[in-house]
């Protein structure tokens, strides 16, 4: 199990990172509040999984309006890993702040990680799971479970991979 949480730690940062891009349903990322420069950094934003498997203590993205991104994570040793890819996401709703997302990751590795999130103001709170290739036991969050949803073998984790950015 510590193998997959690693493997899940190290994708999760891949996925945290990532940004949106538009879908056919006409989602116009130029005024999708996700478009922007995110830190997440510390106790209480960085996610406690990535923080303790990883040791991941800064998390830079850039989410960028043709729907693309790049986020570097930085380690307890200031070790720096690149990640980018493409994102699409559901469209917002006024009756629900939170959000489906899909990740297309490229670079280091071709993975594909879906989760949700939600933008209040300059605070983005995000939580995905790689999903393809899937991690056994592992399901990823969603809008009916909300925050803390991702699970292994049907457990909730809770804040384990709740990951918390703020806008630069």
């Given at each position: 199990m510590k193998n997959?949480?690693?493997?899940?730690?190290i994708?999760?940062?891949?996925?945290?990172?990532?940004?949106?891009?538009?879908?056919s349903t006409g989602n116009d990322s130029s005024t999708d509040a996700l478009v922007g420069t995110w830190k997440s950094e510390g106790v209480g934003n960085v996610a406690p999984g990535?923080?303790?498997?990883?040791?991941?203590?800064?998390?830079?993205a850039k989410f960028f309006k043709n729907g693309t991104y790049t986020v570097v994570s930085t380690d307890s040793t200031n070790a720096t890993v690149t990640f980018s890819g493409t994102w699409v996401a559901s469209e917002p709703v006024a009756t629900q702040p939170i959000r489906t997302i899909?990740?297309?990751?490229t670079v280091p590795s071709s993975i594909v990680a879906s989760g949700i999130f939600k933008v209040e103001g300059t605070?983005?709170?995000?939580?995905?799971?790689q999903t393809?290739?899937?991690?056994?036991?592992?399901?990823?969050?969603?809008?009916?479970?909300?925050?803390g949803s991702t699970s292994f073998n049907?457990?909730?984790l809770g804040a384990t991979w709740i990951q918390k950015f703020t806008k630069q």
């Amino acid at each position: 199990m510590k193998n997959s949480l690693t493997l899940l730690a190290i994708l999760a940062v891949a996925f945290t990172f990532s940004a949106c891009k538009s879908d056919s349903t006409g989602n116009d990322s130029s005024t999708d509040a996700l478009v922007g420069t995110w830190k997440s950094e510390g106790v209480g934003n960085v996610a406690p999984g990535l923080a303790s498997l990883s040791k991941t203590r800064k998390i830079d993205a850039k989410f960028f309006k043709n729907g693309t991104y790049t986020v570097v994570s930085t380690d307890s040793t200031n070790a720096t890993v690149t990640f980018s890819g493409t994102w699409v996401a559901s469209e917002p709703v006024a009756t629900q702040p939170i959000r489906t997302i899909v990740l297309n990751q490229t670079v280091p590795s071709s993975i594909v990680a879906s989760g949700i999130f939600k933008v209040e103001g300059t605070l983005l709170t995000y939580e995905v799971l790689q999903t393809s290739p899937a991690i056994p036991g592992f399901s990823a969050p969603t809008i009916a479970g909300g925050f803390g949803s991702t699970s292994f073998n049907n457990f909730a984790l809770g804040a384990t991979w709740i990951q918390k950015f703020t806008k630069q």
